[in-house]
């Protein structure tokens, strides 16, 4: 029977309370808040297979992450780097990529009280894409690529893509045109000949 294993008491309070609010947050990637759930479970008394139950994850996944926070704390959640593979982001610019995809581009026009479509940067990109996204964040200081985005957004279930249109008019008379039945270009009208008989020439 595997000895009982708990999470250590937090060193100070400034690590209880990182690990309290990650294990609270809704934008912080998925594996670091499960992460810390385990501990803090653990802190309110749990054991080992009460918090594999509540937290739908395997025993072991529970001491693994137990261990790794008794020996290296906060800094023992993260995924450890695989030889050859780019350096791993930290727990913070993951959120902040998160948080990024998630905000409105700059160059998206909002609509104003008065009714007016305005930008609030006329030069930025008006919808994101995994280029912008990836670009915005290098600029942020998060060394970054397309691809590594990409990852990280597809395990959050985020989306980048806005599939409405934002240039939809509020104005009451508005009116969209009725579909047209076909999409091929309609033929000319043709005049028809007037039944009337002419006049003989003279």
């Known amino acids: 029977m595997p000895a009982f294993l708990s999470a250590r008491p937090p060193r100070d309070p400034a690590e209880e309370k990182k690990i309290r609010q990650l294990a609270g947050a809704r934008h912080a990637p998925a594996d670091w808040i499960l992460r810390a759930r385990i501990i803090t479970a653990s802190w309110a008394g749990q054991r080992t297979i009460q918090i594999a139950t509540e937290l739908e994850c395997h025993p072991k996944t529970v001491r693994r ?16 780097p695989i030889p050859g593979r780019p350096r791993r982001l930290s727990q913070t610019e993951r959120s902040q990529i998160i948080a990024l995809a998630r905000s409105i581009p700059p160059g998206r026009p909002e609509r104003t009280p008065g009714g007016a479509l305005v930008a609030a940067d006329t030069d930025g ?41 934002w240039a939809t008019s509020t104005d009451p008379q508005f009116a969209p045109k009725e579909r047209r039945s076909s999409s091929s270009t309609p033929s000319r009208p043709t005049t028809r000949r007037s039944s009337a008989p002419t006049s003989s020439a003279r």
């Open 65 to 80: 992450w137990l261990h790794r926070f008794n020996t290296d704390g906060l800094d023992g959640l993260a995924d450890r």
């Open 125 to 165: 990109c008006a919808q994101w894409t995994l280029d912008t996204l990836a670009e915005t964040a290098r600029v942020q200081g998060i060394a970054v690529g397309r691809s590594q985005v990409r990852r990280i957004l597809r395990a959050e279930r985020v989306r980048w893509r806005r599939t409405r249109s």
